[in-house]
């Protein structure tokens, strides 16, 4: 797997998670001098490699981040993830408490892919309109999926999409600042989606099991929350039912575990790129805030 350090040698440790179909480089302005930031690419994105006969899910991704901190970093990290990455976290915390300090969800995503896993009381309260889209999207992914396991069909997709006029019109449509969506971003997901073994693991990933919902996680998670959500996000609407759980977290956790929440006006849904002086300002007050690296004299 492939993995970036900077920073402070010495520094508490901080560990970066991106979402689905970029790297670790959509992190490339977080600057935490103080910190040992580690920014990693999930197996099957970005530089790391794309092995073949894995069946991907989130708790492989969970096992693939738990095993860097236990063999790389060597000690307990925040873990600060956005999308999927956000979602990552939440297994790991939930999993593995004895390797996390805090986790800082950006945008979080509900499952691996699109296929969310539907919950009891999702669309209560919402127009009829929300609660029209669930069954008809489940059928149209259905028939997404059944198209994707046709090679020749996939092949000729995973060709259109990956193309840098279908990748910087598609990151164009989930930034807000058009400055970031430059050249060196652009090539950084064509240069991952041309290596060996993509196109299988664009079906897996995209056909694969979403897995739980962060939901069902939270109870396990007992370290301190950070939750940073754009609220001009169309990937994960702050104003449907993933949304609105993680915006009423703060009241709806045990007082005895920290959790906040901020929403940031105008931002989407990759906020750590977008406006990446303001997450870093962000990040470095929740260090301190919530203490989490009080036993730490660099921190």
Known sequence: MAYRESGSKDGPCVLLIHGFGVSGFQYRDIELPKHRVFSIDLVGFGSSSKPSGVDFSMEFWRDQVANFISEVVKEPVALVGNSIGSLAAVHVASETPELVKGICLINCAGGMNNKVKQMPGDFDGFAWQYKLVGPIFKVVLAIIDTILKIEPVATKIFDNVRSEESVRNALAGVYKNPARVDDALVK????????????????????????????????????????????????????????????????????????????????????????????????????????????????
């Open 188 to 299: 950084s997901i064509c240069k991952a989606a041309e290596n060996e073994g993509a196109l299988p693991v664009f079906v897996n990933i995209l056909t694969g099991n979403p897995g739980p919902r962060p939901e069902e996680l939270m109870d396990a998670v007992t370290c301190p929350i950070f939750i940073i959500w754009g609220s001009e996000d169309r990937i994960t609407p702050l104003d449907f039912p993933l949304g609105q759980y993680f915006q009423n977290l703060p009241r709806t956790r045990t007082s005895q575990r920290k959790t906040s929440f901020i929403e940031l006006e105008g931002q989407g849904h990759c906020v750590q790129d977008d406006a990446p002086e303001e997450v870093n300002q962000l990040l470095l007050k929740w260090f301190r805030e919530d203490g989490l690296f009080s036993s730490s004299s660099s921190a």
